[in-house]
């Protein structure tokens, strides 16, 4: 068994664990269904009450026009740029270096569309005004992660945020929201998804990071841009017969945390702070502006390994499951908060976080 | 409400109904899922017990090396068709003018693939031999839709399918099968799936038609076909964090009613019997070679629907929920039977054609 799976077995046997909501097993279905009534038709290829409902109420919380509910934000975000560069008639949209486009969709964008990928910023921060400014192409469009996740989940100042807005609509471009974890951030700027999505011509947003939803995206936008997106829907091969299993979750489940957001974002800047306080452990960003950040350790992964699987058998807390060499003697992992954090009798998270640090010191 | 509206309306008011297995509904859902573990883990981007065991069953159960799930046939269909392309270095495919890909996928496959068809046979028979013969562009594959649905569900002679993937191989023409219904002829052909699969080299099938799932495909083939279709998943938006709800759904009701093909088929028979013996009515084809067949009325759609809103009324079974125009005189729909069938009692099946034959007359 690999170094990886040892980790992730011993962390699914710990009584708490720090990341996450829980197990994506199919009890998150069942929960979901249990007073769902079986008569409720299924929604047929886009049709029906329940597709038809859940995308009349994310377009409302969104402040858009309307919305489509699409299986992946993968193939909702590729068909958004596709429709503002056939406005445009240029195949090129500018993004972060590590956006999920460029990096975790195969190249969809480029095999698929044929469109052209203009990179803006660095892959250590996130975009910001200066970015958009100097860019010396034109593109159709402008899509930005918030928060980017990537690099810890960092995000731009709002007022970079309003004044890209405002430059890209002087200059015909049009901006589109890589909203995978809206809600996320909506504590950090104390703004509305309205307030924020008004700055965009095209939202993206999934249903399984925050939400913990089993899968599922909405794509939201003006009727024509919407309208657009389900022919596209359609050629991708995502028009479904029925996507139901999907919807009912992801209504159920913005039903119950979406106003757990901001918990979750306190809750991610206690647990930062429990690691930078650790030696040779720092977050980024060292204090979190969602319910995420990455945690970087200055030591080699087999040994933090070591250290990290006496103590999820000590204490029976699992602080993560698996870690990523970022060099021979450097490695990181991903933390975002959801309900299982608050479930962590303080004392014990203490102990454990003075645990690790004694442990760090000693190698 | 529309003519089409009052129909199904209707329809849905009777206590029986000629075709499929039952409402679309939660229900459908609920009782796939009412005997899985709670604890049983999701399927995770392709990986995963249960989504890699449903996937290794179908491959034996086709014949084939290995096979993955799709979200949807569309998507399956239209990456097997580009592997085959890029393979060959030439983008075209021929199959039949009333192909799925050709007529109900706003051209996917040319707009995102930009790969050209070429249309066998005519819009009124399938795909003969002769068709694949006189083919006078090179292709780099051939898709055969069996039974081809747009006409009726027809099928070629057994003895043409195998001449067919004979010549395609002398040739270095790729054979692939849109089995969209493949479980649902091997009775007429008494075959197996492996029987039929092996003249293919590489088989698209779908889980909501006769077997009545929620929604979902399998694309079976070898293994670097299948490892390049992952890719393209990817690309397409497809390869969703959770499968799950559609795959436990496809294995759930391919268990119950793999082994009711032959009964739905000869009930078919039995049914479009019914449906000659009216006035002014017949079937497509006479005899079906499957669990579907179209029926073709020779009356107005206005006048037909008058018929038989009485007669649901009257009767408490309901013959079909829609009706299409093919001219101003006639009209046709489709059948599939299902588990809904065998429910009707077979005296107040022979009252409501009786009752039928009578108002047609009639009119």
Redesign the interface.
Known sequence: MSGKNLLQEACNQTTYQLAGHG????????EA?QQ???????D?YGSGKVIEDFQEKMAKYLGKETAVF???????Q?IAVRIWCDEKGLKKVAYHPLSHLEIH????LK???HIESVLLADTKRCVQLEDVLILEEDVACVLLELPQREIGGQLPDYNDLEAISTYCREKGIKLHLDGARLFEILPYYQKSAVEICKLFDSIYLSF?KGIGG??GAILAGDEAFIAESK??K?????????????I?SADYYFEQRLDKMEKYYEEAKELAGFFNACHAISTRPVEPVSNMFHVHIDMPKEKLEKILLAIYEETGIGIIHYLRETSEITCYFEISIGDRYANIPKEELRDVFQLLDERMKKM
Chains 1, 2 share one sequence.
């Open positions: 197990k994506r097993n199919m009890e998150v279905l069942k269904f769902i009534d079986g008569n409720l038709e299924s047929m699409f299986p992946s934000g993968t193939m909702a590729q969709e195969e190249d969809g095999e698929l569309h399984y089993i899968a022919v596209w359609r050629r991708h091969g995502g028009d479904l017969i029925s996507l139901y299993p999907y009912i």
